[in-house]
């Protein structure tokens, strides 16, 4: 499935109606207290998990409309029994752990409440709706990976005017572990598994650059390299392994401006082999790193 995020929107705000939804609140719930989530008997759900709430036409007043406004509730409709639902309800589970109560997580068994998910306009398990403010202001159907979950809770949350750390996704330890220890293949692997589920995964993006330099210094002498570079300036091949020598020692601006000069005096194939080549090595810092901001003003400058 594509990113939640961007899919073609399954409703847009305010298509569902939560108002026909809302009853009189329990006789438990007073105003000023925050309202309790829980099964039918108001209770939390399983584990005393109070982030964790399973809703009934009788509680959805309070574990949906009035806790979303004050954080966001993530609405997932399944039902026992069914592999994809029974499935992805512990991802949202332990996702919601890890946010430390900054989102409730609101589960609805369509077969037992199929009034509600009559009125989400449920056609298919599993569903997940954000609610915001008393209104659902995102959506999406089916299994989504996990790399593209969080990325979704993240909107959800920020738009909730809730700021929390992102986790880290523990895939990007594993490869940045891998690259460390000079497994380059491994890395790759893993790098390239997290960028097929969220392509726009800066870090993973990152890491699968460093390994295409890592690769291409194994076994060059660091000194010889850039001796080579000095005394020939236009030899493409020499100056590019010097560049990526040194980002590896920490002189990424130095690499930048060899390069984009190296742009300046180039032309045809040799040109957009440089450019090429500048440009992965940006994406090892990052679009936010003030040298690659310079650096691409710079090569704009030099192809322009």
């Not at 029994?81 to 512990?90: L, N, R, V, Y």
């Not at 920020?158 to 929390?164: E, F, L, Y």
Request: aromatic share 4%; charged share 20%.
């Amino acid at each position: 499935m594509s990113d939640p995020r961007i899919t073609s929107s399954i409703f847009t705000r305010g298509a569902v109606d939560l108002s026909t939804l809302r009853g009189p609140a329990p006789a438990s719930s007073r105003p000023g207290t925050p309202p309790q989530g829980g099964q039918s008997n108001g209770a939390p759900a399983a584990g005393g998990n109070t982030a964790i709430v399973d809703v009934t036409e009788a509680t959805i007043q309070s574990d949906v409309l009035e806790r979303s406004m004050a954080m966001p509730v993530v609405v997932f409709f399944g039902a026992a029994g069914f592999p994809e639902s029974d499935e992805f309800a512990p991802v949202l589970e332990r996702l919601n752990a890890e946010g430390g109560g900054s989102w409730v997580l609101a589960r609805v068994d369509v077969q037992e409440n199929p009034r509600i998910a009559q009125m989400f306009r449920v056609q298919g398990i599993p569903m997940v709706y954000a609610v915001v403010g008393g209104q659902p202001v995102d959506a999406f159907s089916g299994v989504v990976p996990e790399a593209q979950l969080r990325q979704w809770l993240q909107a959800v949350l920020k738009a909730g005017g809730v700021t929390v750390a992102e986790p880290e996704d523990p895939r990007l330890d594993e490869a940045d572990d891998a690259l460390m220890s000079g497994d380059l293949d491994a890395a790759e692997q893993a790098y390239r598994k997290i960028l097929a589920d969220a392509p726009a995964d800066a870090a993973a993006t990152a890491g699968l650059a460093q390994v295409g330099v890592a690769r291409r210094v194994a076994g060059a002498d660091p000194a010889a390299a850039l001796a080579a570079a000095e005394s020939a300036p236009d030899d493409v091949a020499a100056q590019l392994l010097a560049a990526d020598i040194e980002v590896l020692s920490g002189l990424a601006e130095q690499a930048y401006s060899r390069l984009v000069g190296l742009v300046r005096r180039t032309a045809g194939e040799d040109r957009e082999t440089v450019r090429q080549h500048l440009v992965s090595l940006f994406s090892i810092a990052g679009p936010d790193d003030p040298a690659v901001a310079s650096a691409r003003r710079a090569l704009a400058s030099a192809l322009f």
